[in-house]
């Protein structure tokens, strides 16, 4: 049985990486995103709506396995955190991506509620990885990667 202090902390922790606290959540920000824009890179962006969407999806899921699945393998640093090109190859790819990320993110938050995930314990196949650790990341980078979708978004004219 959990503590109230661990129960907090697991609930804090889903909440960091599922509400929007300090910032936008991921939801909010690629919302009826314009699909004419969605592979528009605006002047002075690195990367294109498409890009950091798929980049998102990517290393959250590649988090969600390290954390879950021991025969896990991540993808080669950095090309295969990153899509080759700047436009989905239609619509239904946006919506795939999108899906999945919100797939993966429940998936993280189930794994963080479940009490018989040792939050603290190191990921054998890691190097000092525990998931109160890849948790945290999650959150972090997600964070990071929704506040540049976010200015992208205004760059191209389409936030609210």
Same mark, same amino acid.
């Given at each position: ?40 890179k605006p002047d002075g962006a690195?990367?294109?709506? %498409? ?25 080669k640093w950095p090309e295969g955190? %990153? ?10 790819? %946006? ?27 190191k990921i054998p196949r890691g ?31 389409? %936030?609210?």
């Open positions: 049985m959990r503590s109230v202090k661990e129960t907090a902390l697991r609930e804090h922790l889903v909440n960091l990486m599922t509400l929007a606290q300090a910032h936008v959540t991921f939801d909010e920000a690629v919302r009826e995103w314009p699909v004419k824009l969605r592979g528009k690195e990367h294109s709506p %498409w890009q950091l969407l798929e980049h998102l999806r990517i290393a959250q899921w590649d988090i969600l396995e390290f954390s879950r699945n021991p025969k896990h393998e991540s993808p955190y %990153w899509p080759k090109h700047k436009a989905p190859a239609d619509a239904k790819a %946006w919506d795939r991506s999108v899906r999945a990320f919100q797939r993966d993110l429940k998936e993280m938050c189930k794994l963080v509620r479940d009490e018989k995930t040792d939050l603290f314990a190097d000092g990885q525990t998931i109160l650790r890849e948790a945290m990341l999650v959150a972090d980078h997600n964070a990071y990667h929704v506040g540049q979708l976010v200015l992208v978004r205004k760059l191209l004219g389409a %936030w609210r």
